[in-house]
């Protein structure tokens, strides 16, 4: 079964310190859960989360859905927002575990990568070098959700095809971008291979997309 590797990258700068942060590992573990109770996911949506603050950090490697042991994210009390390190961190994921086709034989499908920030990266010529290269990477989609009256769509256009925002930081906000993650997964699961697109489905009250 070709697999249908799904990256997310999170902001843990010292913003999202306190109800932010918890209310991602709170959508993080709906996500997994919702997406287990979907036999085809279950086969083939492998997961990983990579986090960034000062830091760029391989929360979980790329782990199948059944496998996958829900990490608890922290937060620093303050910091960067590193997210060019974080991309570049990324990269080296994505080229060392996604498998390209062969003549042989037919690789994974074409990746999909998510990208949470409440923040400007602090990192910005990094983050300029690293753009490019990781869209050169060719995923299926890479989608971008700013959270919060500090974060602009205009920072994350160099990299994104979607843009969604998120007004607040509460868990409402979260839990509605993680339940609309989880449904892009699972349509982007049952179309692989079928579309020269990907198309998004509608998001929920929370969230608006922007780009």
Not at 51 to 79: M, R
Not at 159 to 188: M, N, P
């Amino acid at each position: 079964m070709r697999r249908l590797p799904v990256y997310l990258l999170l902001d843990t700068s010292g913003s999202m310190r306190g109800e932010p942060i918890e209310a991602v590992n709170t959508g993080i573990r709906v996500m997994v859960s919702a997406l287990r109770q979907d036999p085809h996911a279950l086969e083939t949506v492998h997961v990983s989360l990579i986090t960034f603050d000062h830091a760029a950090t391989v929360v979980t490697p790329l782990t199948a859905l059944d496998e996958l042991q829900v990490p608890v994210i922290a937060t620093p009390q303050s910091g960067p927002t590193h997210l060019g390190l974080a991309l570049q961190t990324l990269r080296g994921r994505v080229l060392a575990e996604v498998k390209k086709s062969t003549p042989a034989s037919k690789g994974d499908w074409a990746p999909y990568l998510f990208v949470m920030t409440d923040g400007k990266p602090s990192d910005l010529q990094v983050f300029a070098e690293q753009c490019p290269l990781v869209r050169a990477l060719g995923f299926a989609s890479i989608i971008g959700c700013v959270a919060g009256p500090k974060a602009r769509k205009e920072d994350l256009e160099p990299l994104c095809d979607h843009i969604v925002t998120l007004d607040t930081l509460d868990s409402a906000a979260f839990s509605g971008f993680f339940k609309w993650v989880t449904s892009t997964i699972s349509g982007g699961n049952k179309t692989v291979g079928a579309a020269a697109s990907v198309k998004l489905p509608p998001p929920p009250p929370e969230i608006q997309v922007v780009f």
